[in-house]
T-cell receptor, first 113, second 110 residues
Framework: DVKVTQSSRYLVKRTGEKVFLECVQD?????MFWYRQDPGLGLRLIYF???????EKGDIPEGYSVSREKKERFSLILESASTNQTSMYLC????????????FGEGSWLTVV | SQQGEEDPQALSIQEGENATMNCSYK?????LQWYRQNSGRGLVHLIL?????REKHSGRLRVTLDTSKKSSSLLITASRAADTASYFC??????????FGAGTTVTVRA
């Protein structure tokens, strides 16, 4: 079965902390994504990666960075967490090209206090 | 930027009834997908319809696409309590990214 695994389901971090959200997929997908989901705003794309070491900014990249050193792993980094980054973060992956299903992880609930 | 917008924002129906939700988008698309999200969980793919298709079925789901009106609808027939979830449309505009709407929250009452 297809699997996207997010390392942490719930996190509480302090303002100013550096936060790492890890995601691993076991489907050999080229594409990996990080989305943020907030009530009433739907899913917003933070960053996208189409290959190892390759990344592209999404709609809301400010305050975030990403790392993709291995094909199966895509990390989201909050360099200095702020309270407005409290949200649900969703990792996803898909095969290269259009018209492919995106497979999502279960989400990571981050609270910044 | 969000391309798709679902309507209504919320829908409450009795078990056994049909649920219909709509998605409108702004620019030309390659295909449109529908996803379901149970509360607090990740999204699960339901169905994909390509821009040259008008209707598609999958079990109790029926999706239509009208490219002239830039809109799609998702119909769930004979709803069950397990259909309680949020439903999102996602548009593919010939690149590798999907653009999601804010979703329709469906509550099926027993």
């Amino acid at each position: 079965d297809v699997k996207v695994t997010q390392s942490s389901r719930y996190l509480v971090k302090r303002t100013g902390e550096k936060v790492f959200l890890e995601c691993v997929q076991d489907m050999d997908h080229e594409n990996m994504f990080w989305y943020r989901q907030d009530p009433g705003l739907g899913l917003r794309l933070i960053y996208f990666s189409y290959d190892v070491k390759m990344k592209e900014k999404g709609d809301i990249p400010e305050g975030y960075s990403v790392s993709r050193e291995k094909k199966e792993r895509f990390s989201l980094i909050l360099e200095s967490a702020s309270t407005n980054q409290t949200s649900m973060y969703l990792c996803a992956s898909s095969l290269r090209g259009t018209g492919n299903t995106i497979y999502f992880g279960e989400g990571s609930w981050l609270t910044v206090v | 930027s969000q391309q798709g917008e679902e309507d209504p924002q919320a829908l409450s129906i009795q078990e056994g009834e049909n649920a219909t939700m709509n998605c409108s988008y702004k620019t030309s698309i390659n295909n449109l997908q529908w996803y379901r999200q149970n509360s607090g969980r990740g999204l699960v793919h339901l169905i994909l319809i390509r821009s040259n298709e008008r209707e598609k079925h999958s079990g109790r789901l029926r999706v239509t696409l009208d490219t002239s009106k830039k809109s799609s609808s998702l119909l769930i027939t004979a709803s069950r309590a397990a259909d309680t979830a949020s439903y999102f449309c996602a548009t593919d505009m010939n690149d590798y990214k999907l653009s999601f709407g804010a979703g329709t929250t469906v509550t099926v009452r027993a």
